[in-house]
């Protein structure tokens, strides 16, 4: 594979529900990548897909062994990822993976050393880091805007697993591993809190609650988010070992503390990450159903609202921008941003790595181990420098 920035890159995409799409949609939009491959677990549904995109609809095990194709970008259900990215690795294929990079820490540090070892591109879509006025707000505290943080607090909430008969694959821990709502959302959240602050979670205590200990599960098959829209069919009641809710209270060093919740059971909340981060000079707040606003908080003047103006933000912020003042620039977007860093860092080995890679999703499993253990034993729980 050539490290030739003018050579076009040619990616694979494994996984054909919801992510497969949006990661469809978004590569499509990628200056300089081809979509060479769609593989999924149901062929029909793969060609189907691929059908509708203009790509052929491959074997996974075939894309593996093409020696054209320079990376894959995993769209599977959480449990497959671990396997599916090493196999990659070991293929020699530069590996995007959604997030949770594994369902265990070991996992994790195994895909993260078995990158480097090979000296391979890797990321994980924690994309919500990449909105215009997130980078902003990361700009300005990097710039001193903020001062000395002191406070980090926020919430994840989503309403679409609110009732027992709402049904995804996430749910059973077969599938989407020991955690659902801290590893599906909350680890978006804290990615982001220590993307801004540039500081780590040093401890936490987490309350972990599942609302809905038996859902109604349909003997079909139902896409993520589609369960409003699904039609009646029989179900079976099914026990559930996932998290609804958490909460966590938590610590960054010595001085810095915070709070967050993550919720998929909070009525009318579609897809609502709100974060705030005080320092001693001054506050920001942003939340993601408003993603071109950014509200700026002093103590000895007036607050105010900014909306997103690319000439009018930070120069680092400025370049996760790509349309003008009063042009709204949404989620399909934050993909997009973190797609072109990524392969243009294929393309160009001297090219920054700005974006989150397997290491970053490491972090983010040594933090939802921390929540499972803290709530498993009632306890604070140190976290390791990981």
């Known amino acids: 594979m050539s490290n030739n920035p003018a050579k076009r890159i040619r990616t694979a995409v494994i996984g054909t529900g919801f992510m497969g799409r949006v990661h469809l949609e978004a590569l499509r939009r990628t200056e300089n990548v081809d979509v060479a491959a769609i593989a999924g677990r149901n062929p029909a549904n793969a060609e189907k897909l691929g059908s509708a995109f203009g790509v052929p609809h491959l074997a996974a095990d075939a894309i593996l062994r093409d020696p054209s194709i320079d990376a894959v970008d995993l769209c599977t259900p959480n449990a497959q990822h671990f396997s599916?990215?090493?196999?990659?690795?070991?293929?020699?294929?530069?590996?995007?993976?959604?997030?949770?990079?594994?369902?265990?820490?070991?996992?994790?540090?195994?895909?993260?050393?078995?990158?480097?070892?090979?000296?391979?591109?890797?990321?994980?879509?924690?994309?919500?880091?990449?909105?215009?006025?997130?980078?902003?707000?990361?700009?300005?505290?990097?710039?001193?805007?903020?001062?000395?943080?002191?406070?980090?607090?926020?919430?994840?909430?989503?309403?679409?697993?609110?009732?027992?008969?709402?049904?995804?694959?996430?749910?059973?821990?077969?599938?989407?591993?020991?955690?659902?709502?801290?590893?599906?959302?909350?680890?978006?959240?804290?990615?982001?809190?220590?993307?801004?602050?540039?500081?780590?979670?040093?401890?936490?205590?987490?309350?972990?609650?599942?609302?809905?200990?038996?859902?109604?599960?349909?003997?079909?098959?139902?896409?993520?988010?589609?369960?409003?829209?699904?039609?009646?069919?029989?179900?079976?009641?099914?026990?559930?070992?996932?998290?609804?809710?958490?909460?966590?209270?938590?610590?960054?060093?010595?001085?810095?503390?915070?709070?967050?919740?993550?919720?998929?059971?909070?009525?009318?909340?579609?897809?609502?990450?709100?974060?705030?981060?005080?320092?001693?000079?001054?506050?920001?707040?942003?939340?993601?159903?408003?993603?071109?606003?950014?509200?700026?908080?002093?103590?000895?003047?007036?607050?105010?609202?900014?909306i997103k103006d690319p000439s009018l933000l930070k120069p680092a912020a400025r370049a996760f921008a790509d349309l003008p003042g009063g042009h709204s620039e949404g989620y399909d977007d934050t993909f997009k941003q973190v797609f072109r860093r990524f392969y243009a860092s294929i393309a160009d080995p001297a090219a920054p790595r700005d974006y989150p890679q397997f290491v970053d999703g490491l972090r983010q499993l040594v933090i939802l181990n921390a929540e499972l253990n803290s709530n498993r034993t009632r306890s604070w729980i140190e976290l390791p420098a990981v």
């Open 84 to 306: 599916m990215a090493k196999e990659a690795l070991l293929a020699g294929k530069h590996v995007l993976c959604e997030k949770p990079l594994a369902t265990s820490v070991e996992e994790a540090k195994e895909l993260a050393a078995l990158a480097a070892y090979k000296g391979l591109r890797t990321c994980v879509c924690h994309n919500l880091r990449s909105y215009p006025m997130v980078q902003q707000m990361r700009a300005m505290r990097e710039a001193g805007d903020l001062g000395e943080i002191l406070v980090v607090q926020g919430t994840y909430s989503q309403d679409w697993l609110l009732y027992d008969t709402d049904w995804n694959w996430r749910v059973e821990t077969k599938a989407g591993g020991p955690s659902r709502c801290m590893a599906d959302i909350g680890s978006h959240w804290f990615d982001m809190a220590e993307h801004l602050t540039g500081l780590r979670v040093s401890a936490l205590c987490a309350d972990l609650n599942t609302v809905h200990k038996t859902r109604k599960q349909p003997k079909g098959p139902i896409e993520t988010f589609a369960n409003k829209l699904a039609t009646e069919q029989e179900t079976h009641d099914t026990p559930i070992d996932t998290e609804d809710f958490g909460a966590v209270v938590f610590r960054m060093g010595d001085r810095t503390r915070g709070s967050m919740t993550a919720s998929q059971v909070s009525a009318g909340r579609k897809n609502r990450l709100n974060i705030e981060v005080y320092g001693t000079k001054s506050g920001v707040a942003w939340d993601q159903e408003r993603p071109d606003e950014l509200w700026i908080g002093h103590r000895n003047s007036a607050n105010c609202i900014i």
